[in-house]
């Protein structure tokens, strides 16, 4: 009887021990899902900000961009209208110069 008796404290003990190893792998893994759960929400965070970090930089390069395409769009309308200006002057007294030599010529 005290070898039975022995066996089931033993038994008992085993059930214990299991009990208690279960209790704490549950503890752990509620721990590390918790711990994950911070983790991915930090990423989160951390990914939005470089999104819209990214965003912001992105837009501020293509206004620039733009901003001087559009200034060198207006100086090279400048120059065009200065070379036609140019032109168009050396034309009328080429002109000018061409019949005043026809009128000396007589």
Known sequence: MAK???????KLLTKQEAQEALTAMQTSAAEFTRQA????????SVCKELTE???TALS??????NQQ?????????KKIHLCVWISV???ILCAA???LAVLWSR
């Open 69 to 77: 395409l559009s200034n060198m769009a207006q100086a090279a309308r």
């Open 89 to 91: 002057t050396a034309v």
């Open 4 to 10: 039975q008796l022995d066996a089931d404290l033993k």
């Open 60 to 65: 501020t390069v293509t206004r620039e961009t």
């Open 53 to 55: 970090s990214t965003k």
């Open 97 to 99: 110069l061409c019949a």
């Open 37 to 44: 759960g911070n983790l991915s929400a930090r990423y989160s």
